[in-house]
């Protein structure tokens, strides 16, 4: 019937044609052809399938719309003239009819609305509306009130979106009968969500200083490195800490530290001890300084951000808590080849500029004003400049330096980096191996050692860092037989090791590590100063006891070789360096109990809420000859300051 046919002279002419609908489910519709000729004409309705509809005789058709179909009549009279109407659409939509009048007539009923959406430019977006019209509805799509060219569908589609693409969006839906509109929607166009930021590996490198050869000694560096090592572990860092470096071992831990860094690499360097500034440059003293002391004797701040700025880090974060106070301006400061715009540097600097930074020693703890509260917001999901921020914000509010230390932030941040990001290890597996490689070297801790004595005690020797140069071994009996009593352990090192933290005043914060660290050793042996270390480290394990048959005490003794544990491996030192000989230095003890005693010098330092500067103590202003040494900073005269009431 659609194929070609002869040339006919048709005389039917169809004054109306069927109209397409759009209808629920199982909805009753007419569909009805108007046709004029001479004689009688009849009529036959067809399927789209070209099958002839049962009883689809007469000029109206009524059907129970189940799925949409389209259908066509064809009129004939009775001279073999026959024409066809236009082929109409029966569309049957199974969506929610609950709200379509029981006596509807065929205006544009809205089954569904548009919804909002937001989406990213550049993605495809669809609204869709539907309704239920007799005929078919007309769609007109409107984008803040005027009309969209070609948008005649019950769908909008959009592909590519751009931010012109936003807005408000409703449709006209209209037959002969009636116009309705939809409700008004938005669609938001957002940029692209950018991935988690994330970095190749985290390093921190975190150095205090506070048994100086000519300068005051400090207190709060033991907890403030101990303390924020834990935290930066906490948030996935590999750290190293490191207590009472000198100039040389300082740079040769630096260096050590920028080989760990490398592209993508999230890297931070903290220092605690003594410190100034001069001529925009900020200086770190080491352990060994002279008095008075010159740029050379100690490190620059800037020369160590510009190296990990040459490894291409994916941010760069350098903590001092030190003094910045000025000194001689005339001297020659030094050369640093002028950074790159890179981005993504910190500077988180305990004082302002020509300012002191303070520590406090409240009731038995020492802690830096500035890490104390560092301390308290590292842990947060923040920019790293925002959690400066907060440092900043509760350093000003502490009474204790109101009016004379000030935290100041410098930073080239591009990204919103945080310390907590995640470490990404895909595409990296070789370069995150090295790196490995190389921090496990400083922080390795000796094997755990079961020890059987002759008389048939057992000794465990076991290991602890309280800092990548600092490691502590316990001695504990685990077992003795019924014939000995009144045993005993001591532990001594070969060589000497000193204790730095033995002399007076000294030693409080680090037994309190001890104390939280083990689970009641016999006997505890502190070995310090282990970048020092150009040997292997021999432990002497004796024991003591008393027979119980002959009551004769008894001394049996086994050695331990432990190698040249933790930092000791990284040998910091060179080939011309030798070991500071310092008068009153101590050896390294055994310390079966913990002392608590306290000198008359650290009773009267740790008076509650004392605090004191971090400047370096120079000579009294005599004529000398140096041209770059530091102006005199008395130190002597210590404040203190307690809490207003």
């Known amino acids: 019937m659609t194929g070609s046919c002869p040339i006919m002279i048709t005389e039917i002419v169809i004054v109306r044609h069927p109209v397409s609908v759009c209808v629920p489910v199982n909805h009753r519709v007419t569909l009805r052809v108007r046709a004029e000729g001479k ?90 509306c539907a309704a239920f019209g007799i005929p078919t509805p007309h769609y007109q799509w ?91 572990q906490q948030l996935g860092f590999r750290v190293v800490s490191l207590l009472d470096l000198t100039r040389q071992e300082m740079m040769a831990a630096i260096d050590k530290f920028i080989q760990l860094l490398d592209r993508g690499v999230y890297g931070l360097f903290y220092y605690a001890g003594h410190g100034y500034e001069h001529a925009g440059r900020n200086y770190l003293v080491a352990v060994d300084a002279p008095q008075p002391y010159q740029t050379k004797n100690c490190v620059c701040v800037q020369r160590v951000m510009s190296q990990m700025q040459e490894r291409q880090t994916a941010m760069s974060v350098i903590l001092l808590d030190t003094c910045r106070k000025w000194y001689n301006q005339g001297c020659i400061p030094s050369v640093i080849k002028a950074l790159r715009p890179n981005g993504n540097t910190v500077y988180g600097y305990a004082t302002c500029e020509d300012a002191e930074a303070y520590e406090v020693q409240d009731g038995g703890k020492s802690t830096g004003i500035f890490t104390k509260y560092l301390n308290k917001h590292i842990l947060q999901e923040a920019k790293v400049t925002h959690v400066l921020e907060r440092v900043s914000e509760d350093v000003g509010k502490d009474p204790l330096v109101t009016g004379k230390q000030a935290v100041e932030i410098k930073h080239t941040m591009k990204e919103p980096r945080s310390l907590k990001d995640k470490v990404r290890t895909a595409g990296h597996t070789r370069e995150l191996h090295l790196r490995d490689v190389c921090w496990r070297q400083a922080n390795e801790l000796p094997r755990k050692k079961q020890l059987m004595f002759p008389c048939g005690v057992k000794v465990e020797v076991s290991f602890s860092a309280l800092f990548s140069n600092v490691l502590v071994a316990f001695a504990t009996i685990k077992a003795t037989p019924d014939q000995t009593q009144d045993c005993t352990v001591t532990l001594s090192s070969n060589p000497p090791m000193e204790d730095i933290f033995s002399r007076p005043g000294r030693s409080e914060d680090m037994d309190s590590l001890l104390i939280n660290e083990t689970l009641n050793p016999d006997c505890t042996l502190r070995l310090c100063s282990l970048q020092k270390l150009k040997e292997s480290v021999v432990l002497k394990v004796d024991l003591h006891y008393t027979h119980k048959d002959s009551n004769v005490r008894h001394t049996e003794s086994q050695q331990v070789d432990i190698g040249r544990p933790l930092v000791a491996s990284c040998k910091l030192y060179r080939e011309n360096h030798t070991r500071d000989k310092k008068p009153n230095g101590a050896t390294a003890q055994t310390t079966g109990n913990i002392s608590h005693s306290k000198s008359q010098q650290h009773q009267n330092l740790a008076a509650p809420h004392r605090h004191f500067t971090r400047k370096a103590e120079c000579a009294a202003k005599t004529p000398t000859t140096w041209s770059n040494e530091p102006e005199e900073n008395d130190e002597n005269e210590l404040l203190d300051f307690r809490p207003s009431e």
């Open 39 to 128: 004689g009688i004409l009849s009529y036959q309705w067809f399927s789209e399938d070209e099958k002839e509809v049962p009883a689809g005789t007469q000029s109206d058709l009524t059907i129970r719309a189940s799925k949409t179909h389209r259908y066509v009549c064809r009129v004939n009279d009775h001279f073999h003239n026959y024409v066809f109407s236009e082929w109409v659409k029966v569309k049957v939509l199974d969506i929610d009819k609950s709200g379509l009048p029981v006596d509807w007539q065929g205006e544009p009923h809205i089954a569904i609305n548009p919804k909002p959406e937001t989406v990213q430019v550049g993605t495809k977006v669809s609204l869709r």
């Open 142 to 232: 409107y984008r803040n009130g005027q009309p969209l060219l070609d948008k005649t569908s019950d769908i909008l589609q959009i592909d590519g979106t751009t931010a012109e693409h936003g807005g408000s969006y409703l449709c006209s839906i209209s037959n002969v009968l009636e116009e309705r509109w939809t409700e008004p929607v938005d669609i938001n166009i957002v940029q692209p969500e950018q991935p988690p930021l994330t970095a190749t590996d985290k390093v921190a490198l975190l150095i205090g200083n506070l048994n100086y050869s000519c300068h005051p000694g400090l207190m709060a560096p033991v907890m403030d490195v101990h303390e924020l090592g834990n935290l930066l």
